[in-house]
Protein backbone atom coordinates (compact mmCIF):
# COMPACT_ATOMS: atom_id res chain seq x y z
CA UNK A 1 0.00 0.00 0.00
CA UNK A 2 1.44 3.22 -0.97
CA UNK A 3 1.45 5.84 1.29
CA UNK A 4 3.34 8.30 4.01
CA UNK A 5 6.77 7.98 5.77
CA UNK A 6 6.46 8.14 9.50
CA UNK A 7 8.48 11.01 9.69
CA UNK A 8 5.90 12.77 7.60
CA UNK A 9 3.01 11.99 9.61
CA UNK A 10 0.60 14.88 10.55
CA UNK A 11 -0.78 14.81 14.12
CA UNK A 12 -4.47 13.55 14.16
CA UNK A 13 -5.32 16.30 16.54
CA UNK A 14 -4.44 18.71 14.32
CA UNK A 15 -7.43 18.24 12.44
CA UNK A 16 -9.88 19.68 15.33
CA UNK A 17 -7.77 22.94 15.27
CA UNK A 18 -7.50 22.87 11.65
CA UNK A 19 -11.48 22.93 11.29
CA UNK A 20 -11.61 25.43 14.10
CA UNK A 21 -9.21 27.77 12.02
CA UNK A 22 -6.90 27.11 9.54
CA UNK A 23 -4.48 29.99 10.97
CA UNK A 24 -4.55 28.17 14.43
CA UNK A 25 -3.88 24.93 13.33
CA UNK A 26 -0.42 26.69 11.35
CA UNK A 27 0.53 28.42 14.41
CA UNK A 28 0.53 25.17 16.55
CA UNK A 29 1.63 22.68 14.25
CA UNK A 30 4.20 24.90 12.01
CA UNK A 31 5.14 27.64 14.11
CA UNK A 32 4.83 25.34 17.26
CA UNK A 33 3.20 28.29 19.16
CA UNK A 34 1.26 27.12 22.07
CA UNK A 35 -0.51 29.16 25.43
CA UNK A 36 -2.84 27.54 27.75
CA UNK A 37 -5.98 29.16 28.72
CA UNK A 38 -9.12 28.43 30.85
CA UNK A 39 -10.26 25.87 28.07
CA UNK A 40 -7.06 23.99 27.33
CA UNK A 41 -5.90 23.74 30.88
CA UNK A 42 -9.50 22.28 31.34
CA UNK A 43 -8.93 19.87 28.84
CA UNK A 44 -5.56 18.81 30.33
CA UNK A 45 -7.21 17.83 33.27
CA UNK A 46 -9.47 16.26 31.64
CA UNK A 47 -7.74 13.71 29.63
CA UNK A 48 -5.65 12.93 32.69
CA UNK A 49 -8.26 10.47 33.39
CA UNK A 50 -8.38 9.42 30.49
CA UNK A 51 -4.65 9.23 29.46
CA UNK A 52 -3.54 6.34 31.58
CA UNK A 53 -2.39 3.69 29.00
CA UNK A 54 -1.78 1.16 31.43
CA UNK A 55 -5.21 1.08 32.46
CA UNK A 56 -7.40 -1.88 30.81
CA UNK A 57 -10.34 -3.00 31.53
CA UNK A 58 -12.66 -6.31 30.89
CA UNK A 59 -16.28 -5.72 30.88
CA UNK A 60 -18.25 -8.71 29.97
CA UNK A 61 -18.44 -8.10 26.42
CA UNK A 62 -16.50 -5.40 26.38
CA UNK A 63 -12.68 -4.39 26.12
CA UNK A 64 -12.07 -0.95 26.93
CA UNK A 65 -8.52 0.49 26.22
CA UNK A 66 -7.08 3.84 27.51
CA UNK A 67 -4.42 6.19 25.29
CA UNK A 68 -4.40 3.96 22.32
CA UNK A 69 -1.63 5.03 19.97
CA UNK A 70 -2.67 5.04 16.13
CA UNK A 71 -1.95 5.99 13.27
CA UNK A 72 -3.02 5.78 9.32
CA UNK A 73 -0.07 5.62 6.64
CA UNK A 74 -2.59 5.79 3.80
CA UNK A 75 -3.43 9.51 5.60
CA UNK A 76 -0.41 9.94 6.84
CA UNK A 77 -1.62 11.02 10.53
CA UNK A 78 -1.35 9.86 14.20
CA UNK A 79 -2.70 10.37 17.22
CA UNK A 80 -3.78 8.77 20.34
CA UNK A 81 -7.17 7.62 20.97
CA UNK A 82 -8.49 8.91 24.57
CA UNK A 83 -10.23 5.46 24.64
CA UNK A 84 -10.82 2.81 22.53
CA UNK A 85 -13.74 -0.01 23.22
CA UNK A 86 -13.57 -3.47 21.76
CA UNK A 87 -17.11 -4.67 21.44
CA UNK A 88 -17.70 -8.55 20.78
CA UNK A 89 -18.94 -8.94 17.50
CA UNK A 90 -19.47 -11.91 15.45
CA UNK A 91 -18.96 -9.09 12.27
CA UNK A 92 -15.38 -8.11 14.22
CA UNK A 93 -11.77 -9.32 13.69
CA UNK A 94 -10.04 -11.26 15.64
CA UNK A 95 -7.53 -9.90 18.57
CA UNK A 96 -4.29 -10.75 19.56
CA UNK A 97 -4.30 -12.48 22.70
CA UNK A 98 -8.10 -12.43 22.77
CA UNK A 99 -10.88 -14.64 22.45
CA UNK A 100 -13.38 -14.59 19.63
CA UNK A 101 -14.08 -11.08 17.31
CA UNK A 102 -14.59 -7.52 17.88
CA UNK A 103 -15.42 -4.64 16.42
CA UNK A 104 -13.84 -0.74 17.78
CA UNK A 105 -15.36 2.23 19.01
CA UNK A 106 -13.19 5.39 19.81
CA UNK A 107 -14.19 7.67 22.67
CA UNK A 108 -13.46 11.04 22.70
CA UNK A 109 -13.27 13.18 25.63
CA UNK A 110 -14.22 17.09 25.42
CA UNK A 111 -14.60 19.06 27.59
CA UNK A 112 -18.19 21.03 27.85
CA UNK A 113 -21.16 19.77 26.17
CA UNK A 114 -22.21 18.95 22.77
CA UNK A 115 -21.04 21.48 20.70
CA UNK A 116 -23.15 22.85 17.48
CA UNK A 117 -19.60 23.05 14.81
CA UNK A 118 -18.17 20.18 13.60
CA UNK A 119 -14.41 20.63 14.18
CA UNK A 120 -14.59 17.81 16.69
CA UNK A 121 -16.52 15.52 14.66
CA UNK A 122 -13.38 15.10 12.10
CA UNK A 123 -11.17 14.61 14.85
CA UNK A 124 -13.40 11.33 15.57
CA UNK A 125 -13.79 10.45 12.08
CA UNK A 126 -9.93 10.24 11.54
CA UNK A 127 -9.81 8.17 14.99
CA UNK A 128 -11.93 5.66 13.25
CA UNK A 129 -10.01 5.53 9.90
CA UNK A 130 -6.96 5.32 11.58
CA UNK A 131 -8.74 2.51 13.55
CA UNK A 132 -10.10 1.06 9.99
CA UNK A 133 -6.68 0.40 8.77
CA UNK A 134 -4.67 -0.70 11.26
CA UNK A 135 -7.48 -3.58 12.61
CA UNK A 136 -8.57 -4.19 8.52
CA UNK A 137 -12.23 -3.61 9.63
CA UNK A 138 -14.94 -1.29 9.01
CA UNK A 139 -16.54 0.92 11.77
CA UNK A 140 -19.95 2.74 11.33
CA UNK A 141 -19.62 4.97 14.67
CA UNK A 142 -18.04 6.11 17.25
CA UNK A 143 -19.05 8.32 20.81
CA UNK A 144 -18.45 11.74 22.00
CA UNK A 145 -18.02 11.48 25.95
CA UNK A 146 -18.79 14.77 27.38
CA UNK A 147 -17.73 16.40 30.36
CA UNK A 148 -19.71 18.73 31.83
CA UNK A 149 -23.42 16.47 31.24
CA UNK A 150 -21.49 13.23 31.75
CA UNK A 151 -22.80 11.58 29.00
CA UNK A 152 -21.91 10.00 25.76
CA UNK A 153 -23.02 11.13 22.05
CA UNK A 154 -23.24 8.03 19.53
CA UNK A 155 -21.63 9.39 16.09
CA UNK A 156 -22.59 7.51 13.18
CA UNK A 157 -20.03 7.96 10.41
CA UNK A 158 -20.81 8.10 6.87
CA UNK A 159 -18.83 7.84 3.67
CA UNK A 160 -18.90 11.74 2.85
CA UNK A 161 -17.25 12.26 6.90
CA UNK A 162 -14.36 10.22 5.59
CA UNK A 163 -14.47 12.27 2.64
CA UNK A 164 -13.94 15.51 4.38
CA UNK A 165 -11.23 14.17 6.42
CA UNK A 166 -9.48 13.26 3.29
CA UNK A 167 -10.03 16.74 1.91
CA UNK A 168 -9.32 18.30 5.18
CA UNK A 169 -5.85 16.64 5.54
CA UNK A 170 -4.87 17.62 1.93
CA UNK A 171 -4.89 21.43 2.67
CA UNK A 172 -3.16 20.36 5.84
CA UNK A 173 -0.19 18.93 3.61
CA UNK A 174 -0.33 21.60 1.66
CA UNK A 175 0.59 24.48 4.18
CA UNK A 176 3.07 22.27 5.88
CA UNK A 177 5.17 21.56 2.90
CA UNK A 178 5.89 24.91 2.54
CA UNK A 179 5.60 26.42 5.96
CA UNK A 180 2.56 28.31 5.26
CA UNK A 181 0.65 30.13 8.06
CA UNK A 182 -2.52 31.09 6.31
CA UNK A 183 -3.99 34.43 6.87
CA UNK A 184 -7.59 33.60 8.04
CA UNK A 185 -10.66 35.70 8.86
CA UNK A 186 -11.24 37.12 12.38
CA UNK A 187 -14.44 36.04 13.99
CA UNK A 188 -16.74 35.38 16.93
CA UNK A 189 -14.63 32.70 17.30
CA UNK A 190 -11.17 33.98 18.06
CA UNK A 191 -12.57 35.22 21.20
CA UNK A 192 -12.38 31.10 22.38
CA UNK A 193 -9.11 30.41 20.65
CA UNK A 194 -6.21 30.37 23.11
CA UNK A 195 -4.11 31.77 20.36
CA UNK A 196 -5.65 35.24 20.28
CA UNK A 197 -2.90 36.61 21.89
CA UNK A 198 -0.51 35.20 19.47
CA UNK A 199 -2.44 35.30 16.36
CA UNK A 200 -3.55 38.80 17.02
CA UNK A 201 -6.49 38.26 14.48
CA UNK A 202 -7.13 42.40 14.48
CA UNK A 203 -4.49 42.65 12.34
CA UNK A 204 -5.50 41.03 9.73
CA UNK A 205 -7.99 43.64 9.40
CA UNK A 206 -5.80 46.91 9.91
CA UNK A 207 -5.17 49.65 7.58
CA UNK A 208 -1.38 49.00 6.55
CA UNK A 209 1.51 49.76 8.13
CA UNK A 210 3.15 52.04 5.30
CA UNK A 211 -0.32 54.26 5.70
CA UNK A 212 0.48 54.18 9.21
CA UNK A 213 3.37 55.70 9.21
CA UNK A 214 3.39 58.36 6.59
CA UNK A 215 0.29 59.56 8.06
CA UNK A 216 2.05 59.85 11.58
CA UNK A 217 5.15 61.15 10.20
CA UNK A 218 3.56 63.86 8.10
CA UNK A 219 1.81 65.20 11.51
CA UNK B 1 -3.16 41.26 24.22
CA UNK B 2 -1.94 39.00 27.16
CA UNK B 3 -2.17 39.99 30.87
CA UNK B 4 1.15 41.50 32.32
CA UNK B 5 1.87 39.62 35.60
CA UNK B 6 4.60 41.03 38.36
CA UNK B 7 8.02 40.65 38.09
CA UNK B 8 9.85 39.85 41.23
CA UNK B 9 13.17 41.44 41.94
CA UNK B 10 15.08 40.09 44.41
CA UNK B 11 17.78 42.40 45.35
CA UNK B 12 19.22 41.14 48.54
CA UNK B 13 22.52 39.88 47.92
CA UNK B 14 22.75 36.76 50.25
CA UNK B 15 18.97 35.32 49.69
CA UNK B 16 18.44 31.78 47.93
CA UNK B 17 15.30 31.46 46.25
CA UNK B 18 13.96 27.95 46.33
CA UNK B 19 10.79 26.31 45.22
CA UNK B 20 7.60 25.02 47.84
CA UNK B 21 4.88 23.59 45.70
CA UNK B 22 3.74 26.27 43.22
CA UNK B 23 5.35 28.63 45.16
CA UNK B 24 8.41 30.76 44.90
CA UNK B 25 10.00 30.81 48.57
CA UNK B 26 12.76 33.70 49.29
CA UNK B 27 14.95 32.64 52.20
CA UNK B 28 17.65 34.27 54.39
CA UNK B 29 20.13 32.05 56.08
CA UNK B 30 17.06 29.72 57.44
CA UNK B 31 14.60 32.36 57.68
CA UNK B 32 12.16 32.55 55.39
CA UNK B 33 11.24 35.95 54.08
CA UNK B 34 8.66 35.99 51.58
CA UNK B 35 6.07 33.36 49.71
CA UNK B 36 4.91 34.44 46.31
CA UNK B 37 2.88 32.42 43.98
CA UNK B 38 4.45 30.95 40.86
CA UNK B 39 0.96 31.91 38.86
CA UNK B 40 1.22 35.80 39.57
CA UNK B 41 4.46 35.87 38.34
CA UNK B 42 6.27 36.49 34.74
CA UNK B 43 9.33 36.77 35.48
CA UNK B 44 11.97 36.68 38.29
CA UNK B 45 15.00 39.06 37.79
CA UNK B 46 17.93 38.51 40.85
CA UNK B 47 20.34 41.14 41.72
CA UNK B 48 23.59 40.25 43.53
CA UNK B 49 24.89 36.40 44.66
CA UNK B 50 21.07 35.13 45.64
CA UNK B 51 21.42 31.29 44.40
CA UNK B 52 18.49 29.42 42.78
CA UNK B 53 17.80 25.88 43.42
CA UNK B 54 17.42 23.93 40.45
CA UNK B 55 13.81 23.37 41.58
CA UNK B 56 12.89 26.42 41.38
CA UNK B 57 14.85 26.70 37.90
CA UNK B 58 13.22 23.73 36.18
CA UNK B 59 9.53 25.49 37.77
CA UNK B 60 10.45 28.60 35.79
CA UNK B 61 11.22 27.23 32.58
CA UNK B 62 8.13 25.07 32.32
CA UNK B 63 6.24 28.01 33.09
CA UNK B 64 7.46 30.32 30.82
CA UNK B 65 8.46 32.35 33.56
CA UNK B 66 11.73 34.36 32.80
CA UNK B 67 14.72 33.94 35.13
CA UNK B 68 17.47 36.37 34.93
CA UNK B 69 20.74 36.62 37.14
CA UNK B 70 22.17 40.62 37.33
CA UNK B 71 25.19 42.06 39.00
CA UNK B 72 24.49 44.18 41.81
CA UNK B 73 25.30 46.96 39.26
CA UNK B 74 22.43 45.50 36.67
CA UNK B 75 24.94 44.05 34.42
CA UNK B 76 23.06 40.72 32.89
CA UNK B 77 24.85 37.75 33.38
CA UNK B 78 22.52 34.27 32.51
CA UNK B 79 19.03 33.43 32.28
CA UNK B 80 17.35 30.16 32.28
CA UNK B 81 15.05 29.79 29.37
CA UNK B 82 12.31 26.66 28.87
CA UNK B 83 12.15 24.39 25.44
CA UNK B 84 8.96 25.82 24.36
CA UNK B 85 10.08 28.93 23.00
CA UNK B 86 10.94 28.80 19.67
CA UNK B 87 9.77 28.98 16.39
CA UNK B 88 11.57 26.91 13.55
CA UNK B 89 10.25 28.29 10.70
CA UNK B 90 9.89 32.58 11.91
CA UNK B 91 13.57 32.05 12.99
CA UNK B 92 14.59 30.63 9.57
CA UNK B 93 12.96 33.71 8.03
CA UNK B 94 14.37 36.31 11.01
CA UNK B 95 17.89 34.76 9.88
CA UNK B 96 16.97 35.16 6.08
CA UNK B 97 16.40 38.78 6.49
CA UNK B 98 19.32 39.89 8.85
CA UNK B 99 21.78 37.68 6.38
CA UNK B 100 19.94 40.35 3.42
CA UNK B 101 21.28 44.01 3.94
CA UNK B 102 18.56 45.23 1.75
CA UNK B 103 16.31 43.38 3.72
CA UNK B 104 17.13 44.15 7.19
CA UNK B 105 17.38 47.92 6.38
CA UNK B 106 13.56 47.90 5.95
CA UNK B 107 12.58 45.94 8.81
CA UNK B 108 15.37 48.15 10.92
CA UNK B 109 14.46 52.07 9.38
CA UNK B 110 10.99 51.39 11.09
CA UNK B 111 12.33 50.93 14.13
CA UNK B 112 14.53 53.82 14.03
CA UNK B 113 11.30 55.89 12.03
CA UNK B 114 10.23 55.07 15.76
CA UNK B 115 13.31 55.91 17.65
CA UNK B 116 13.82 59.73 16.15
CA UNK B 117 10.02 59.76 16.02
CA UNK B 118 9.53 59.05 19.66
CA UNK B 119 11.89 61.50 20.77
CA UNK B 120 11.12 64.50 18.49
CA UNK B 121 7.49 64.03 20.85
CA UNK B 122 9.19 63.57 23.86
CA UNK B 123 10.96 67.48 22.55
CA UNK B 124 7.47 68.41 22.10
CA UNK B 125 5.66 67.68 24.68
CA UNK B 126 8.52 69.55 27.35
CA UNK B 127 8.00 72.40 24.89
CA UNK B 128 4.23 72.42 25.79
CA UNK B 129 4.30 71.80 29.15
CA UNK B 130 7.29 74.00 29.76
CA UNK B 131 6.91 76.64 27.89
CA UNK B 132 8.99 78.84 30.80
CA UNK B 133 11.91 76.65 31.48
CA UNK B 134 12.84 75.44 28.09
CA UNK B 135 14.91 77.51 25.32
CA UNK B 136 12.00 77.07 22.96
CA UNK B 137 13.67 77.95 19.57
CA UNK B 138 16.33 75.15 20.27
CA UNK B 139 14.33 72.46 21.09
CA UNK B 140 12.05 73.59 17.78
CA UNK B 141 15.18 73.48 15.96
CA UNK B 142 15.90 70.35 16.88
CA UNK B 143 12.20 68.79 16.15
CA UNK B 144 12.26 70.22 12.99
CA UNK B 145 15.85 68.78 11.91
CA UNK B 146 14.52 65.34 13.76
CA UNK B 147 11.85 65.27 11.16
CA UNK B 148 13.88 66.10 8.42
CA UNK B 149 15.78 63.12 9.12
CA UNK B 150 12.64 60.89 9.85
CA UNK B 151 11.44 61.90 6.42
CA UNK B 152 15.45 60.72 4.87
CA UNK B 153 15.40 57.63 6.91
CA UNK B 154 12.17 56.32 5.54
CA UNK B 155 13.82 56.00 1.93
CA UNK B 156 16.74 54.40 3.19
CA UNK B 157 17.69 51.02 1.20
CA UNK B 158 21.42 50.59 3.24
CA UNK B 159 22.10 50.01 6.52
CA UNK B 160 25.23 51.91 7.09
CA UNK B 161 23.43 55.27 5.90
CA UNK B 162 20.75 54.40 8.41
CA UNK B 163 23.59 54.01 10.96
CA UNK B 164 24.67 57.57 9.77
CA UNK B 165 21.60 59.16 9.85
CA UNK B 166 20.40 57.19 13.48
CA UNK B 167 23.58 58.79 14.94
CA UNK B 168 22.92 62.49 13.43
CA UNK B 169 19.23 62.15 15.15
CA UNK B 170 20.73 61.24 18.50
CA UNK B 171 23.26 63.95 18.46
CA UNK B 172 20.58 66.44 17.92
CA UNK B 173 18.99 64.93 20.66
CA UNK B 174 21.23 64.57 23.17
CA UNK B 175 21.96 67.94 22.79
CA UNK B 176 18.88 69.29 24.01
CA UNK B 177 18.30 66.34 26.61
CA UNK B 178 19.60 68.12 29.68
CA UNK B 179 16.94 71.22 29.42
CA UNK B 180 14.58 68.23 30.29
CA UNK B 181 16.00 67.89 33.52
CA UNK B 182 13.54 70.28 35.36
CA UNK B 183 14.75 69.69 39.14
CA UNK B 184 17.87 68.66 41.32
CA UNK B 185 20.02 70.42 38.49
CA UNK B 186 23.22 70.62 40.69
CA UNK B 187 22.84 66.50 40.86
CA UNK B 188 21.82 65.84 37.76
CA UNK B 189 23.27 67.15 34.58
CA UNK B 190 23.19 65.73 31.06
CA UNK B 191 26.78 66.22 29.61
CA UNK B 192 27.14 63.45 26.74
CA UNK B 193 25.94 60.10 26.92
CA UNK B 194 28.69 56.80 28.61
CA UNK B 195 28.24 53.96 29.61
CA UNK B 196 31.46 52.35 30.37
CA UNK B 197 31.34 53.19 33.18
CA UNK B 198 28.36 55.71 33.17
CA UNK B 199 30.10 59.10 35.10
CA UNK B 200 27.39 60.43 36.04
CA UNK B 201 24.18 60.36 37.85
CA UNK B 202 22.25 60.70 34.80
CA UNK B 203 23.87 58.04 32.87
CA UNK B 204 24.09 55.58 35.73
CA UNK B 205 20.41 56.05 35.86
CA UNK B 206 19.92 55.70 31.87
CA UNK B 207 22.00 52.43 31.75
CA UNK B 208 20.05 50.66 34.54
CA UNK B 209 16.78 51.60 32.35
CA UNK B 210 18.18 50.64 29.15
CA UNK B 211 19.23 47.25 31.07
CA UNK B 212 15.95 46.37 32.82
CA UNK B 213 13.99 47.36 29.17
CA UNK B 214 16.39 45.03 27.13
CA UNK B 215 16.03 42.53 29.76
CA UNK B 216 12.22 42.80 29.00
CA UNK B 217 12.98 43.04 25.30
CA UNK B 218 14.96 39.85 25.23
CA UNK B 219 12.11 37.67 26.83
CA UNK B 220 9.26 39.49 25.08
CA UNK B 221 11.44 38.44 21.99
CA UNK B 222 11.90 35.06 22.82
CA UNK B 223 8.26 34.25 24.00
CA UNK B 224 6.82 35.07 20.23
CA UNK B 225 9.66 32.59 18.98
CA UNK B 226 12.02 34.89 18.07
CA UNK B 227 15.98 35.13 18.59
CA UNK B 228 16.84 37.90 20.72
CA UNK B 229 20.54 37.43 19.66
CA UNK B 230 20.11 38.03 15.75
CA UNK B 231 19.81 41.49 14.37
CA UNK B 232 18.93 43.61 11.59
CA UNK B 233 20.72 47.37 12.69
CA UNK B 234 23.13 45.56 15.21
CA UNK B 235 25.60 42.94 13.60
CA UNK B 236 26.13 39.91 15.27
CA UNK B 237 28.22 39.46 17.78
CA UNK B 238 28.54 36.66 20.45
CA UNK B 239 26.41 37.22 23.40
CA UNK B 240 25.19 40.70 22.13
CA UNK B 241 21.27 40.61 21.78
CA UNK B 242 21.17 42.12 18.87
CA UNK B 243 17.34 42.20 17.79
CA UNK B 244 16.31 43.23 21.60
CA UNK B 245 18.92 46.10 20.87
CA UNK B 246 17.46 46.63 17.78
CA UNK B 247 13.92 46.81 18.58
CA UNK B 248 14.69 48.87 21.93
CA UNK B 249 15.92 51.49 19.48
CA UNK B 250 12.14 52.86 19.36
CA UNK B 251 11.57 52.45 22.72
CA UNK B 252 14.41 54.25 24.64
CA UNK B 253 13.19 57.39 25.04
CA UNK B 254 9.57 56.75 25.52
CA UNK B 255 10.21 54.49 27.64
CA UNK B 256 13.58 54.38 29.83
CA UNK B 257 14.44 58.07 29.23
CA UNK B 258 10.95 59.63 30.07
CA UNK B 259 11.09 57.26 33.08
CA UNK B 260 14.71 58.47 34.42
CA UNK B 261 13.56 62.12 33.89
CA UNK B 262 10.50 61.67 36.01
CA UNK B 263 12.50 60.12 38.76
CA UNK B 264 14.33 63.59 38.85
CA UNK B 265 11.81 65.96 38.00
CA UNK B 266 9.33 64.19 40.91
CA UNK B 267 12.10 63.98 43.14
CA UNK B 268 11.91 60.48 44.16
CA UNK B 269 15.47 59.94 43.89
CA UNK B 270 18.15 62.18 45.30
CA UNK B 271 21.80 63.13 44.05
CA UNK B 272 22.67 61.46 47.64
CA UNK B 273 21.52 57.83 46.48
CA UNK B 274 24.25 57.87 44.00
CA UNK B 275 28.22 57.57 45.14
CA UNK B 276 31.44 57.43 42.81
CA UNK B 277 34.10 55.44 42.89
CA UNK B 278 37.90 55.85 42.74
CA UNK B 279 38.34 55.64 38.81
CA UNK B 280 34.51 58.24 38.20
CA UNK B 281 31.86 55.93 37.57
CA UNK B 282 29.11 56.36 39.31
CA UNK B 283 26.54 53.69 40.71
CA UNK B 284 23.62 53.96 42.58
CA UNK B 285 23.29 52.90 46.27
CA UNK B 286 20.92 49.94 47.24
CA UNK B 287 17.89 52.03 48.22
CA UNK B 288 18.03 54.30 45.58
CA UNK B 289 17.85 50.80 42.79
CA UNK B 290 14.95 49.77 45.09
CA UNK B 291 12.98 52.86 44.91
CA UNK B 292 14.16 52.87 40.56
CA UNK B 293 12.68 48.90 40.49
CA UNK B 294 9.64 49.61 42.58
CA UNK B 295 8.82 52.72 40.12
CA UNK B 296 9.94 50.79 37.06
CA UNK B 297 7.29 48.27 38.50
CA UNK B 298 4.96 50.90 38.55
CA UNK B 299 5.15 52.21 35.48
CA UNK B 300 4.81 48.88 34.05
CA UNK B 301 1.29 48.68 35.18
CA UNK B 302 0.14 52.39 33.52
CA UNK B 303 -2.64 51.84 30.78
CA UNK B 304 -2.05 53.09 27.38
CA UNK B 305 -3.99 52.77 24.00
CA UNK B 306 -1.31 51.22 21.66
CA UNK B 307 -1.18 53.67 18.78
CA UNK B 308 -1.41 50.77 15.80
CA UNK B 309 -3.01 48.07 17.50
CA UNK B 310 -5.64 50.70 18.82
CA UNK B 311 -6.11 48.50 21.67
CA UNK B 312 -5.91 49.58 25.73
CA UNK B 313 -3.15 47.63 27.20
CA UNK B 314 -0.11 48.18 30.26
CA UNK B 315 2.77 50.22 29.61
CA UNK B 316 4.67 46.85 30.34
CA UNK B 317 3.27 44.89 27.69
CA UNK B 318 4.64 47.57 24.91
CA UNK B 319 7.67 45.51 23.87
CA UNK B 320 5.52 42.01 23.71
CA UNK B 321 3.38 44.12 21.72
CA UNK B 322 6.28 44.99 19.14
CA UNK B 323 8.04 41.84 19.22
CA UNK B 324 4.55 40.24 18.55
CA UNK B 325 4.19 42.79 15.64
CA UNK B 326 7.69 41.71 14.25
CA UNK B 327 6.99 38.52 14.20
CA UNK B 328 4.10 38.69 12.34
CA UNK B 329 5.34 41.30 9.98
CA UNK B 330 8.62 38.72 9.30
CA UNK B 331 5.79 35.78 9.09
CA UNK B 332 3.76 37.75 5.87
CA UNK B 333 0.66 39.29 7.95
CA UNK B 334 1.50 42.75 7.82
CA UNK B 335 3.15 44.68 4.66
CA UNK B 336 5.82 46.29 7.13
CA UNK B 337 7.15 46.14 10.66
CA UNK B 338 4.80 49.44 12.55
CA UNK B 339 7.41 50.99 14.85
CA UNK B 340 5.65 51.83 18.57
CA UNK B 341 5.12 55.44 17.57
CA UNK B 342 4.01 57.65 20.63
CA UNK B 343 2.80 61.26 21.04
Not at chain 2, 154 to 159: D, G, H, I, P, S
Not at chain 2, 226 to 239: K, N, S, T
Request: proline share 4%; charged share 30%; with cysteine.
Amino acid sequence: MQGYNEEDYLLLSGIQHFNFCRRQWALIHIEQQWEENVRTIEGNHLHRKADQPMIREKRGDKLVVRALPVHSRELGITGICDVVEFVRDPLGVPLAGEEGTYLPFPVEYKRGKPKRNDSDHAQLVAQVMCLEEMLVCEISKGYFYYDEIKHRVEVIITASDRERVRASLQEMRHYFERNHTPKAKAGPHCQSCSLQHICVPEILNKKSVSSFIESRIAE
Amino acid sequence: MKKLLNTLFVTMPDTYLSLDGENIVVKQEESILARYPLHNLEAVCTFGYSGVSPGLMGACATRNIDLTFMTRSGRFLARVTGESRGNVVLRKEQYRISDDDRRSARVARNMIIGKIYNHKWILERATRDHQLRIDMDRMKKVSASLTEIMKQVREVEELDILRGLEGTAAVQYNSVFDELILQQKDDFYFHGRHKRPPLDNVNALLSFAYTLLSNDMKSALEAVGLDAYVGFLHRDRPGRESLALDVMEELRGVYADRFVLSLINKKLIHGTGFYRKENGSVMMDDDTRKIVLKAWQERKQDKIIHPYLNEKMSWGLVPYSQALLLARHIRGDLDEYPPFLWK
